[in-house]
Every structure is written in structure tokens, then in C-alpha cells.
């Protein structure tokens, strides 16, 4: 019990001396993170100017303050048949994309989403812009991305299974499917 008592004093000695160090710049220690990761012998230079690191984080700390930024399908459906200017980015593989997707929205693999070519496709005015997966998760992680890239971006939650009428997937087990069910909206395939 001493030992563990020790250690752990050690290690809250070693955190107040650290921290401050850290953040003795204004900046939360982001700059002296970037000065460190920039300075000889610690891998490739970094080509971005230390104060960009500032507004990323500011719009990451907007982000989460907000509560992940999704929208369920019958939001979706009222905004689209209201008239809405969106940006559907369907982030499913190309393939699946071809057998069935929302009407309207564009193929931007997950893989592919933060190319320049695809970054470029997005709106810079505004407009929302929806990613779609299979389930939410991984439209979730590009939303993340999108907005700390600056864009209004939002995820459809439960991805196209929330979309969709049925889908058979693998929940519980590796081995046995499930049906889930959705909204039952429809779908369109690419000719």
C-alpha cells in the first residue's frame, strides 16, 4: 500500500510540473506541442504555422459542446421535401452506394473524404451537408472531420439502416443476421 501511495504521489508531483510548462503560452501548451513536434530529430517537419492548431481546437471544442451534430431520417426526409438546400454525402463503399442510395446524394467513399478533389466538392457556404454509412458510426467520424475542417456537416443517425425499411446485419453475433428496422424510405439505384 506504501508503494502504490508513493507511485502514485510521484506521479501527481510529475503532473504539476508538466502541466504548467504546458501552458504557460496562452494557448492551452498547443504551441509548445507543435514547437516540440517540429524541432529536429522528432519525424517531419510540420508544414502548417503553429496557430492553426488554435482554431482547430476552438472548432473542436465547439463540436463537442455540441452534442455530435446528427439527424434522425424523418428530419432528413421533412427538410429534403421542404426544399432544403443539403449536401448528401453518401460515405459507403462505391458498390453499395450503386445498389441503393438516398436520392440525391453524392458518392464520396470513406476512404476518399478528405482528398482535396472531394474536399472541394463540398459547400463552403453553409449548406448543411449529411454523411451516410451503414450505421451512423463511421458518418460519425467524418462529421467529426468536416467540422473541424470548418464545414456545417451533420451525421445521418443509424446511417442508411435508419433509412431504410429492413437490414439484415450482424449485431450480436458474427454468425446470424438481424433485421433492423427503419423509417422505410426510399432508395434509388445508379443506373
Not at 502541466?19 to 502548417?48: C, E, F, K, T
Request: net charge neutral.
Amino acid at each position: 500500500m506504501k508503494k502504490l501511495v508513493g507511485v502514485l504521489m510521484l506521479l501527481a508531483a510529475m503532473l504539476f510540473m508538466v502541466v504548467p510548462a504546458m501552458a504557460d503560452d496562452g494557448v492551452d501548451g498547443i504551441s509548445d506541442y507543435v514547437h516540440a513536434a517540429q524541432a529536429p530529430g522528432n519525424g517531419p517537419r510540420l508544414d502548417i504555422a503553429p496557430g492553426i492548431y488554435g482554431h482547430i481546437a476552438a472548432r473542436a471544442d465547439a463540436f463537442l459542446a455540441n452534442g455530435g451534430r446528427t439527424i434522425f431520417a424523418t428530419d432528413l426526409l421533412v427538410r429534403m421535401v421542404s426544399g432544403e438546400k443539403l449536401f448528401l454525402m453518401d460515405i459507403r463503399s462505391k458498390a453499395d452506394y450503386d445498389k441503393a442510395h438516398i436520392p440525391g446524394a453524392v458518392s464520396i467513399p470513406f476512404a476518399d473524404a478528405a482528398k482535396p478533389a472531394n474536399l472541394a466538392m463540398l459547400p463552403k457556404d453553409g449548406t448543411p451537408i449529411v454523411t451516410i454509412c451503414y450505421t451512423g458510426h463511421t458518418a460519425s467520424q467524418t462529421n467529426a472531420i468536416l467540422n473541424l475542417l470548418g464545414y456545417n456537416a451533420w451525421s445521418l443517425r443509424f446511417g442508411i439502416m435508419g433509412w431504410n425499411k429492413e437490414t439484415n446485419m450482424k449485431v450480436w453475433s458474427s454468425k446470424v443476421s438481424q433485421i433492423i428496422y427503419g423509417a422505410g424510405y426510399t432508395t434509388e439505384a445508379t443506373q
